[in-house]
């Protein structure tokens, strides 16, 4: 199957500073990638589409100054959770969707933040 | 709007045995696609097997195969023979596939699998 790799996995940051965590499509060119937040033993929560060139769409409720998505190469989309506070502690997954028409969504490993 | 229900929180299954996960889903659409995900402790999200609604056989991979019933909105997941491995957190989602950019997954709250030795 495709690889989404994402980066980094683990990051401890202090409140008020911003994080940038990266999402790659290894083999495969990804017109369409995804961002999502899961809590403990809880389902994915989808916060924003990211489309390749444009803006990306933000779920209700998801601050879109808060969470700043750039999908600026095929294989590349970032999430920056800027001025970072600790109920923004999470883990954050993203997923990416080929540009073939294959209707899967490949995920990536996950980031875990922790807001001191 | 759709919806994807599970209603198992919890199962567990001796190693060996065969599992059967529970997932019913609510559409008025006519072509869709089922997954099911498994997140295994590492929180590493993998594909388990995909059904396209338009295909009437049951998707298979290995151990796993799915009972689809389209009229009854219905897509369960069969683990046989299951292995300590098989340990993990089990999501059932939707997907429109002709929604452009927009093909996002609808979840269900998802099921526990504990594979007991």
């Known amino acids: 199957g495709a690889v989404v790799s994402q980066h980094p996995s683990w990051v401890i940051c202090k409140s008020g500073t911003s994080v940038k965590i990266e999402c790659r499509s290894l083999d495969f060119q990804a017109t369409t990638m995804f961002w999502y937040r899961q809590f403990p033993k809880q389902s994915l929560m989808l916060m924003a589409t990211?489309?390749?060139?444009?803006?990306?769409?933000?779920e209700q409720g998801v601050e879109k100054d808060k969470f700043l998505i750039n999908h600026a190469s095929l294989t590349l989309s970032t999430l920056t959770v800027t001025s970072a506070h600790p109920e923004d502690s999470s883990f954050y997954i993203c997923?990416?969707?080929?540009?073939?028409?294959?209707?899967?969504?490949?995920f990536g490993a996950g980031t875990r933040l922790s807001v001191l | 709007a759709q919806t994807v229900t599970q209603s198992q929180p919890e199962m567990s299954v001796q190693e060996a045995e065969t599992v059967t996960l529970s997932c019913t889903y609510d559409t008025s659409e006519s072509n869709y696609y089922l997954f099911w995900y498994k997140q295994p402790p590492s929180r590493q999200m993998i594909l388990v097997i995909r059904q396209e609604a338009y295909k009437q056989q049951n998707a298979t991979e290995n151990r796993f195969s799915v009972n689809f019933q389209k009229a009854a909105k219905s897509f369960s997941l069969k683990i046989s023979d299951s292995q300590l491995g098989d340990t993990a957190m089990y999501f059932c989602?939707?997907?429109?596939?002709?929604?452009?950019?927009?093909?996002?997954?609808?979840w269900g709250l998802g099921t526990s699998l504990a594979v007991n030795p």
């Open positions: 990211s489309n390749e060139g444009s803006k990306a769409t933000y």
């Open positions: 997923s990416a969707i080929p540009g073939t028409g294959e209707n899967i969504q490949y």
């Open positions: 989602a939707f997907m429109k596939p002709n929604a452009g950019n927009n093909r996002k997954l609808i």
